[in-house]
C-alpha cells in the first residue's frame, strides 16, 4: 500500500512540473509521438525500481547492525544537521553511480533512460534493471549512515524532494536566473546536456541535485554553450527489448569510459567539448 501511495504521489508531481513544463518550455519540444511507448516504458520501469528496493533492503539491514557505535555518536548531532548530510552524501554518492553507469562495463545498463529523443518527465522515468540497482544504492548507502524517519513529515519532504527532482531535471522547464542557480544546484537545462545524442557532451553534468560535484572533478559543461536545438537521445541504433533489459547493442556499441572522448583523444577539458563540437 505504501508503494502505492507513493507511486500515486509521484504521478501527481509529475502532472503538476510537466504542466508548469508545457507553460513555460526552454526548448521547442514534443512529447506526443511517443506518448504511448513512454507510458509503458515508465510502467516497466517503476517495476524495476520495486524490485531493487526489495533486493537492496536485506543488505541494508545487516550492514545497519555494525553500526551501533556510529549511532550512538549521532545522537549528539543536532537533528537538521543528520537530515542536511543524508541530503548531501546521497547525492555525493549518487554523481559518482551515475559516473559509473558511464563507464563501459555499465553503460548498456543505462542507456535506455538516455534513449528519449523528447525528453520530459514520464521519459525520464526509464531504466532498466540494472541502472534501477546502481542509482538506488547510494540512498540505501546514505539512510544506513544518516538515518532519517521513514515516516511523518521529514520522510514527506525527502520524498517530495526526491520525486520533484527526478521529474524536474526531466522537464523541459524554463527556470529563472538558471545561470546563476547553476552555481550550485541542477536546473532542467544543465541536465539536458548531459542527454546530448552527442558522446562528448553526454558524458558531463552527471549531478542530480548540486553541480558543484561536476564543476569539483571536471565534469561540467556550460549549459550556455551547448545549442538549445541539440538532438537529444542516442546516436546509434539498437533493440527497444535490448535497451530495456540493459543489454549491449550489436557489435558491443558503448559509450566512453567517464571521460568523454575529446578528453581522453584530445585533452579537452568538459567545459570546452560543447564550444568546440559546435565547430565540428
Known sequence: MEDLIEIAGGALLGLCIGA????????????????????GAAIASVGFAVAADLFLEM???????QLDGWYAALHEVP?????????????????????????????????????????????????SPIHMLVISIPYYLAFALFPVPEAGAIALVLFLIDTSNQHYLHSN???????????LLVT????????????????SNYGFIFSLWDRMFGTFTDPANVPGDDPLGLG?????????????AAGGRVMPELVSRLERDGRVQPQAVSHAARHD
Open 188 to 203: 532542467p537545462r544543465f541536465h539536458f546536456v548531459h542527454h546530448s545524442a552527442r558522446e562528448q557532451v553526454a558524458n
Open 20 to 39: 508548469l513544463a508545457l507553460a513555460f518550455p526552454f526548448r521547442r519540444s514534443s512529447f506526443r509521438p511517443t506518448l504511448l511507448r513512454d507510458i
Open 173 to 183: 522547464l524554463r527556470v529563472p536566473f538558471a545561470a546563476r542557480l547553476e552555481r
Open 79 to 127: 537533528f537538521w544537521l543528520v537530515v542536511l548530510a543524508y541530503i548531501v552524501f546521497a547525492d555525493f554518492c549518487a554523481y559518482w553511480a551515475h559516473r559509473a553507469l558511464h563507464t563501459r562495463w555499465l553503460w548498456p545498463t543505462h542507456a535506455w533512460h538516455h534513449s528519449p529523443q523528447h525528453l520530459y518527465w514520464i521519459a525520464g522515468l526509464r531504466g
Open 59 to 65: 543488505p541494508e539491514g545487516s550492514f545497519r547492525r
Open 236 to 248: 546509434y541504433e539498437i533493440s527497444g527489448w535490448r535497451l530495456m533489459l540493459g543489454l549491449p
